[in-house]
């Protein structure tokens, strides 16, 4: 990964601080943007690219897959609730 190419977000627009063990990382929002994250889990530049890398993510469609299969098992369990009546 070359980091020249990428975009850096510094909220400072000053000069980086000192190299930390914590590799440079790609926001997960999808924006493009690497930043230096000051913890080990973060995955986001800051609240405002989490919420969008969250609405805009895959959860929905974990969701959906989720939603379907619940629709599944509840008629399988108004059917059997049927025939054992």
Not at 55 to 64: F, I
Request: charged fraction near 30%.
């Amino acid at each position: 990964m070359e980091l020249n190419k990428l975009k850096t977000w510094d909220a400072n627009k000053e000069v980086a601080p000192a190299p930390s063990p914590i590799p440079m990382r790609e926001c997960s929002c999808g924006c493009g943007y690497s930043f230096q994250p000051s913890r080990r889990d973060k995955i986001y530049i800051n609240n405002t690219h989490a919420n969008y890398g969250y609405n805009h993510g895959k959860r929905k469609l974990k969701n959906k897959k989720k939603n379907e299969i619940n629709k599944k098992l509840a008629a399988n369990v108004e059917k059997t609730a049927i025939l054992t009546t």
